[in-house]
Every structure is written in C-alpha cells, then in structure tokens.
C-alpha cells in the first residue's frame, strides 16, 4: 500500500475542518494513527477525503457542477 504523504492535520487544514473531526473519521473507518503528524496511506487518505467530501455535498444535493436541481 503507496503513502499519500499526506497528514490527519494537512487534511484538516485542506477541508477546514478541526483536527478532531478527521480522528472522528479515522476512528469510523478503523484507521490507526497516533498523532496530527500520522501519515496516512493512500487508501486511507482517499477513504477519509470522500467521507469528508460526502458530508460536504451530500447525494441527490445541488453542486457546482451546474445542476440546478430544478426538474
């Protein structure tokens, strides 16, 4: 399994959410890590990002991709 060179804090960072919440996310999907500074592997990253992405625009939702969720 690659390393996203990515950490819990950079995801945080990235997405505006507390630091908190990625541990949240990682406790969820039964993901180890030690501190803020963990580097996560690639499939974990991904796991948390569309998590964090799913929340942010959830399913059957209006986005930027020009729906207008008018029918």
């Known amino acids: 399994m690659g390393f996203a060179d990515l950490s819990i804090a950079e995801i945080a960072a990235d997405y505006s959410i507390p630091v ?3 541990f949240s996310l990682c406790d969820q999907l039964g993901i180890a890590y ?3 500074k963990t ?3 690639l499939e974990d990253a991904k796991a948390i990002i569309s998590q964090i992405l799913s929340e942010i625009y ?4 209006s986005d930027s991709m020009g729906d207008t969720g008018v029918t």
Do not use: S, Y
């Not at 959830?58 to 939702?61: I, L, M, Q, S, V």
């Open 20 to 22: 908190e919440e990625v």
């Open 34 to 36: 030690k501190h803020q």
């Open 39 to 41: 580097r996560l592997a």
């Open 58 to 61: 959830p399913r059957g939702t």
